[in-house]
């Protein structure tokens, strides 16, 4: 599953890599959570892109919004155009979740899971294939939300966890988020296998357990080996 990422891209930066501005109030975040407002890239128009925001998590059917376990964070793509709750915003609603990386645990046999970042090796941000519904908030008001869309990890990240969100490349973009598409072609698009050697992925602090935390520090690594963080200059940037 993915139940953590970050996403801490300049403006600037992120213009570049999905043709748009980030919406406003938009503010760099290394510890995004379940029910938080995130950001996302759809296409109002055929070739158009255009940023906003959504809370992540959709409400499972009969249910009111309350509390975590009312839930449902992410859809199994192998599953995701029979599930009566994603169904219609596959056919018409798909929409682009923009991320610097996520988090995954790799469950110990004594004592907490450890946490692992994994991110492209080139420091380019990810874009993971998301559904877009509307969800009722306890107080009646109306937003938009989304699922993300998750898949078997590629072969070298299953020791970490079994699963992972499903990066959709470049080169697909235009057919996942196109509204005139179906969802078999969007579908089709987003099972590009991902590159296992464009990711990468090493341990981090236990303190992104905590979603209080939230500064650069939770993405550094925290063994030896692995590549300085303050490396990588696209994160942060302006």
């Known amino acids: 599953m993915c139940g953590r990422f970050a996403l801490a891209l300049g403006p600037r930066q992120f213009r570049l890599r999905f043709g748009c501005p980030p919406p406003p109030g938009w503010r760099p975040r290394w510890n995004v959570t379940p029910d938080a407002e995130i950001v996302i890239v759809h296409a109002p128009a055929p070739g158009l892109r255009e940023a906003a925001w959504a809370r992540w998590g959709l409400v499972r059917p009969g249910g009111h919004g ?27 609603d798909r929409v682009l979740v923009p991320a610097s990386g996520f988090y995954e645990w790799q469950k ?25 519904s509307e969800r009722r908030l306890p107080d009646g008001r109306t937003v938009a939300a989304v699922a993300i869309l998750t898949r078997e990890a590629v072969a070298g990240l299953r020791s970490v966890h079994p699963r992972m969100p499903v990066p959709v490349p470049p080169e ?31 341990e981090v602090s236990r303190r992104v357990n905590d979603p209080r935390e939230d500064d650069a520090d939770l993405v550094r690594p ?4 692995t590549p300085a963080w303050d490396d990588l200059p696209l994160f942060g940037g302006r």
């Open 66 to 92: 309350r509390g975590r376990g009312a839930l449902v964070i992410n859809a199994r793509i192998e599953t995701v155009a029979g599930r009566p709750l994603f169904r219609r915003a596959l056919a018409r």
């Open 108 to 132: 110990a046999p004594r004592g907490p899971a450890r946490p692992f970042f994994v991110r492209r090796r080139d420091g380019l941000p990810l874009a993971l294939a998301a559904v877009r």
């Open 172 to 202: 697909c973009w235009e057919t996942w988020l196109d509204p005139d598409r179906t969802g078999g072609d969007a579908l089709a698009a987003a099972l590009v296998p991902p590159v296992e050697a464009e990711l990468e992925w090493y």
């Open 222 to 225: 925290c063994a030896e080996g």
